[in-house]
């Protein structure tokens, strides 16, 4: 049997990185490891043919070589989805479709037949037998959440991993916090599911026996959720693992109170780990509470951020803007925090409501929900109605854009990082990758970027005062650009709504679809309905 695995296209964003993977010699960020590892699940005798379409294109050959096409995706590649569900069934070819997307939103997708709507792990095996039965069911389904012990090893030999920035892996599913905005425990639940150390490694040793060299990102939402294991199993682990088969670095995502566990940053350094992306939101103390970032809260966060840089793990930032709580003050309160962290990777969206949230239900029982989350905080959109009001919230963002990522404020954050900021333990060796970085920065920055004198006043600077850090200069000079292109191209288009406007029953059928609840039911007992 053979079986096609599809993964839509990224738009172009700051999520997508598109300028800096020009200047890296990439073509994608990250491969799509859930269908890796989905791939690894069907039968060994059947032949698997992986195409992501951020690499290249879905061609009228592949389609005819096919049995069945697996599809999936984030919401962020919600259109992409679509165009690839129709191409499909024009074909005449069966899908079956999982993932984020296509678990919360499969009713609309009605071009295709069949979905996967929880982990692969618990569910797969049904699936499997369905196909070579011939009785494939519309929706597959699981009570439980999967035993990541049984996770197989991804198919890495499907790859052609030349093409990509990362290389990603998962520990951990799952997270103990419920902020008000996340789905990711409407998901995965609040209890962190890990996987053993020695599956870690196999997947490591698989992607050194691929070839891979370059950076891995363990994509856990929170890799510090459960701290025991991490300590006495799997860091360990990783620390003998580098010191045999290494380096690798590695960059993943955890919580702030991290900076409140000195023996646990300096394992993580040990490791490997150079690069943390941290939800820190906001500094506004009402704000937090509102959107229950409990661990957030009481605390210098400025600090916190100094503390784990000065350990020598870069610190990359996301933010919102848009809570009720936040007034035309916060614009400029967020770009202070900002500039004062030196976090140069500072993804600063307006809030929106996922699916599975708590906030899609509240929005929706206020008659706040505007439409779909377009899965792309920093697209200039909201599905929500704020309290400051539409047109002060896209002022008051675009404006913070600019004031974070215009040429000069960009680079005075890079050089406050790379001031406090202590050379990893585990680094990439210099390669010809890196060089070639390296001149391609020169061409696109240093030459035809608007940026050019700033990128040059960097490169002097880090050659003087921090000349261990020049490699990694060069990466922020390159992201830097990326983060000022998609900028001003925001800046420059107008600015369109959600990609579904809901009239009042369309918003009751939209929120059970998206939130998983009976809104209906919540409504009338909360004397709304």
Not at 75 to 100: L, N, S, W
Not at 157 to 181: H, K, N, S, V, W
Not at 229 to 247: T, V
Not at 281 to 305: F, G, H, I, M, Y
């Amino acid at each position: 049997m053979n079986i096609l695995l599809v993964y839509p296209t990224f738009p172009k964003s700051f999520w997508s990185f598109a300028y800096a993977l020009k200047i890296y010699g990439r073509k994608a960020l990250l491969p799509p490891l859930g269908l890796l590892t989905v791939a690894a699940m069907l039968p060994k005798e059947w032949n698997k043919r992986l195409v992501d379409l951020n690499v290249r294109a879905l061609t009228d050959e592949d389609l005819a070589w096919a049995d069945y096409v697996f599809l999936s995706g984030m919401a962020v590649q919600r259109e992409m989805a679509h165009d690839v569900a129709r191409r499909c069934q024009a074909a005449g070819k069966t899908v079956i479709a999982g993932g984020p997307l296509l678990s919360g939103e499969y009713a609309l997708f009605t071009e295709i037949g069949h979905f996967v709507l929880n982990e692969g792990e618990p569910t797969m095996a049904r699936v499997v037998a369905d196909m070579q039965a011939g009785t494939l069911k519309r929706l597959y389904r699981s009570r439980d959440y999967a035993d990541m012990t049984t996770s197989p090893v991804p198919m890495w030999e499907l790859l052609d991993i030349r093409q990509y920035a990362c290389m990603g892996i998962q520990y951990t599913r799952g997270c103990p916090y419920d902020c008000d905005f996340c789905n990711v425990t409407a998901l995965l639940g609040r209890e962190p599911r890990i996987k053993k150390s020695e599956q870690i490694i196999a997947e490591l040793d698989g992607l050194k026996a691929a070839g891979w060299s370059g950076t891995v990102f363990f994509v856990d939402d929170n890799l510090i959720g459960n701290r025991p294991a991490l300590k006495k199993d799997l860091l360990p682990a990783l620390i003998a693992w580098q010191k045999r088969s290494g380096p690798l670095p590695f960059l993943t995502q955890a919580t702030i109170n991290l900076a409140d566990d000195p023996q646990l940053t300096e394992m993580m350094g040990d490791a490997g780990f150079d690069t943390i992306f941290v939800g820190i939101e906001t500094s506004d103390p009402e704000a937090l509470k509102e959107c229950k970032k409990s661990q957030n809260r009481n605390r210098n966060l400025v600090e916190d951020v100094r503390k784990l840089q000065g350990a020598g793990i870069e610190v990359q930032g996301g933010f919102i803007v848009g809570f009720d709580h936040d007034t035309e003050a916060t614009f400029q309160q967020q770009v202070d925090f900002i500039q004062a962290s030196g976090i140069v990777t500072a993804m600063v969206g307006q809030l929106q409501a996922p699916p599975g949230t708590r906030l899609v239900t509240r929005m929706w029982l206020e008659g706040r929900l505007r439409g779909q989350s377009t899965g792309n905080n920093t697209d200039g959109t909201t599905n929500i109605v704020p309290k400051m009001g539409l047109e002060n919230l896209r002022d008051g963002y675009f404006w913070l854009l600019g004031a974070i990522f215009a040429p000069r404020p960009a680079y005075t954050r890079i050089r406050t990082f790379l001031r406090q900021f202590r050379r990893p333990k585990i680094r990439s060796p210099l390669d010809r990758r890196a060089i070639g970085c390296l001149w391609r920065s020169i061409y696109y920055v240093g030459i035809l970027g608007r940026e050019r004198w700033e990128y040059w006043k960097l490169m002097v600077w880090t050659l003087f005062r921090r000349p261990v850090h020049m490699a990694l200069a060069i990466k922020l000079a390159a992201l830097a650009h990326h983060y000022r292109r998609i900028w001003e191209e925001m800046a420059a288009r107008p600015v369109t709504g959600p990609l579904i406007l809901l009239d009042e029953m369309e918003k009751a059928e939209a929120a059970m679809r998206m939130g998983g609840v009976d809104v209906t039911v919540s409504a009338r007992a909360n004397g709304a309905g």
